[in-house]
């Protein structure tokens, strides 16, 4: 800083994210970057209806995101497809950079459809998550906001 004029704004992270959005890495991930420099965050799950399984919800990922980031998560609408709503989001916010959190290889279509380095082809630094092994489900996360002394209830 030269003459102590600026103030650093945050990084603003657009965490994309579905099946995988509470899961311990991406959880870890969030915890680290809030830890290491002034962050906020903002979560995506875009609406992949008519899949086998529970995906996650803003009800159930929020709480678990705002405890590892140590504040405040927000909130992004989005649609049925993963890249376009990513561009909305770009389009209506002011990012620096996207996290996306997606299932290991063979079980996530993002990865079988390229998603990663079609959102890198957006102009921001992407950073991939992928988690060993399967997501927990809802209520797996509702035992870990107990666990974590979060809203706890199913």
Same mark, same amino acid.
């Given at each position: ?97 996207? $996290? ?28 991939? $998550? ?25």
């Amino acid at each position: 800083m030269v003459g102590g004029m600026e103030s650093a704004r945050p990084t603003r992270i657009l965490v994309v994210a579905n099946r995988t959005a509470a899961t311990p890495r991406l959880l870890d991930e969030v915890h680290r970057r809030a830890h290491a420099a002034s962050c906020e965050f903002a979560l995506l799950i875009p609406d992949v209806g008519g899949r086998k399984g529970a995906d996650w919800k803003f009800p159930s990922a929020l709480p678990l995101l705002r405890r590892a980031a140590g504040g405040r998560v927000g909130s992004v609408a989005s649609g049925p497809h993963p890249l376009a709503s990513v561009r909305t989001a770009l389009d209506h916010g002011e990012f620096d950079e996207i $996290i996306v959190s997606t299932r290991p290889g063979r079980l996530s279509r993002w990865l079988r459809r390229d998603l990663v380095h079609r959102i890198e082809g957006l102009g921001l630094p992407v950073t991939a $998550i992928v988690p060993r092994g399967s997501a927990p489900s809802n209520r797996d996360a509702a035992r870990m906001m107990v666990d974590m002394g979060g809203p706890g209830g199913v």
